[in-house]
């Protein structure tokens, strides 16, 4: 029988749409051969990608960062538009 899991890092918002939980600063989400490594900070979000199994190594193969204040700045202008 497996067990059951009661600390998640992630909430479902839809059944393809999920937040990270404040109490979480990352998590890992495998899709295929992928892991990727998302990471919230005081500044903003990263996101990390390893092929699966070298999660371990020093630099990931690929990724993006997008600072809070970067994103309100990119909303406003929106909305300005």
């Given at each position: 029988m497996s067990e059951k899991i009661t600390n998640v890092a992630l909430v479902a918002e839809s059944t393809h749409d999920f937040k990270l939980k404040d109490s979480y600063y990352a998590c890992w989400i495998t899709v295929k051969n992928i892991s990727v490594y998302i990471q919230q900070t005081d500044e903003g979000v990263a996101v990390d990608l390893w092929p699966r199994g070298l999660e371990?190594?020093?630099s990931s193969i690929s990724g993006a960062w997008l600072?809070?204040?970067?994103?309100q700045e990119y909303l406003d202008?929106?909305?300005a538009a």
């Open positions: 371990d190594k020093d600072t809070y204040k970067e994103a202008e929106q909305e």
